[in-house]
């Protein structure tokens, strides 16, 4: 079975400051890993995935998450936050079968002024 | 090119009622996902439908039901409304099946149902 753990429920960074949003999963077959964004009152955008290849992956918005495999984790990353990136961000994972994806509970970024 | 569509968006319903939510998916797309949204369990995936069959089923009981038609679009019912049903609602659209996987799933709103 699969599982995916948001290390922080909550976030606050200031304006212009770098920020890191930590996602560890578990699973016994290769996965497919995804951030996704929700604005309040929306459904989810896609940020970025890894599918294979490159564990850099550079996503909408300026964001990018680098995939490692030996610490199972799949952080997320912004090196300079706007107030516009305040939402809620989760982190999921499917197996390479597809079709059933499994989300983190989910973290909210909070960015002030 | 539209996006993924939910109607309606809001819905208050009393226990023991049954309720239907439409999803209509971007033009092309064949699969539609449907997920559950609470603020106890988070974001829990019911089912997916793939050229109107059911492909993949979560854990949820057979009060949840869905079905696709023809042209792609979605329903899901509910059966027999308890209080812990409330929660925002959403679907996810697709070009092909495993939605989870290559392809991006793009998201509607959500339908909003409150259950009293």
């Known amino acids: 079975a699969q599982s995916v753990t948001q290390l922080d429920s909550q976030v606050p960074v200031f304006e212009e400051a770098p920020v890191e949003l930590r996602c560890n999963y578990s699973?016994?077959?290769?996965?497919?890993l995804f951030w996704y964004v929700q604005y309040p009152n929306q459904g989810l955008q896609l940020l970025l995935k890894?599918?294979?290849?490159?564990?850099l992956v550079k996503g909408i918005n300026g964001f990018e998450a680098e995939f490692n495999k030996s610490q199972t984790s799949f952080h997320l990353r912004k090196p300079s936050v706007h107030i516009s990136d305040t939402a809620e961000y989760f982190c999921?994972?499917?197996?390479?079968?597809?079709?059933?994806?499994?989300f983190g509970a989910g973290t909210r970024l909070f960015v002030k002024a | 090119k539209a996006g993924v569509t939910q109607t309606p968006r809001y819905l208050i319903k009393t226990r023991g009622q049954q309720v239907t939510l439409s999803c209509s998916p971007i033009?092309?797309?064949?699969?539609v996902s449907w997920y559950q949204q609470t603020p106890g369990q988070g974001l829990q995936f019911l089912f997916e439908?793939?050229?109107?069959?059911?492909?993949n089923k979560g854990n949820f009981p057979g009060r949840f039901s869905g079905r696709q038609f023809s042209n792609s679009r979605s329903e899901m019912n509910v059966s027999t409304l308890e209080l812990g049903d409330s929660a925002l609602y959403l679907c996810?659209?697709?070009?092909?099946?495993?939605?989870?996987?290559?392809?991006?799933?793009?998201f509607g709103p959500g339908t909003r149902l409150t259950v009293l």
């Open positions: 996810a659209s697709s070009r092909t099946s495993g939605a989870a996987g290559t392809d991006t799933q793009y």
């Open positions: 699973s016994s077959v290769s996965v497919y």
């Open positions: 890894y599918l294979s290849g490159s564990t």
């Open positions: 999921a994972v499917s197996n390479t079968g597809g079709f059933k994806t499994i």
């Open positions: 033009s092309g797309h064949r699969s």
């Open positions: 439908y793939f050229s109107e069959t059911q492909r």
